[in-house]
């Protein structure tokens, strides 16, 4: 079974600032990974996926997040948010071998300040 | 093209009444996923479907709930009879494939209270 871990429940920063949204995932198996973001009163939309290769990805609205095995990290970033980044965000994984079944963090509220 | 389609986008009902969401996935996608997102318990995956086929219910909490695909375009998730701990967000979600590299692609959600 996998786990997902989001330490930070809530993270607020300035417009234009950077942000870290972390992201720690507990698997015995090979797991794809994917941050996912849900703005208010809609459903999830995906930002990106990790599945193999690079393990820098890039994702949509300039976000980007590195895959770190011997962490078994999968950070969000993004150099200069926007009031528009308001949003909770998600991280989940899924075991590249087994059954298509996202397994999701607890979420991270993200409030972007002018 | 259209995304997924939920409805109703809000239902209020007295416990002990029946309940009935209803989610229309995207036009060629073969698998289709119910979830609950509550404050307590985050984003549970209660069931999917495969081309049509329940896979794996194990997410779905007790005999209260009952989930049908009748057909590729429709789908109903039914709470009988509904409890206040059923009160919750409930998204749709579907995907092209089943693989599990795949993207889910979600819908609006129906907020659920049950009173």
């Known amino acids: 079974a996998q786990s997902v871990t989001q330490l930070d429940s809530q993270v607020p920063v300035f417009e234009e600032a950077p942000v870290e949204l972390r992201c720690n995932y507990s698997?015995?198996?090979?797991?794809?990974l994917f941050w996912y973001v849900q703005y208010p009163n809609q459903g999830l939309q995906l930002l990106l996926k990790?599945?193999?290769?690079?393990?820098l990805v890039k994702g949509i609205n300039g976000f980007e997040a590195e895959f770190n095995k011997s962490q078994t990290s999968f950070h969000l970033r993004k150099p200069s948010v926007h009031i528009s980044d308001t949003a909770e965000y998600f991280c989940a994984v899924s075991d590249v071998q087994g059954a298509q079944k996202l397994v999701f963090g607890q979420g991270t509220r993200l409030t972007i300040n002018p | 093209d259209a995304g997924v389609i939920q409805s109703p986008r809000h239902e209020v009902t007295e416990m002990g009444q029946e309940v009935t969401l209803r989610c229309k996935p995207i036009?060629?996608?073969?698998?289709l996923f119910w979830y609950r997102q509550t404050m307590m318990r985050g984003l549970e995956l209660l069931i999917y479907?495969?081309?049509?086929?329940?896979?794996?219910d194990s997410g779905m909490p007790e005999d209260r709930f009952s989930a049908k695909m009748p057909n590729a375009s429709f789908s109903t998730l039914k709470i009988q009879p509904s409890e206040p701990r059923d009160s919750a967000v409930y998204f749709c979600a579907s995907s092209r494939t089943s693989g599990s590299r795949e993207t889910q692609y979600f819908g609006p959600g129906t907020r659920l209270l049950v009173l």
């Open positions: 479907f495969n081309n049509n086929v329940p896979i794996d």
């Open positions: 036009s060629g996608h073969n698998s």
């Open positions: 698997s015995s198996v090979s797991v794809y």
């Open positions: 990790y599945l193999s290769g690079s393990t």
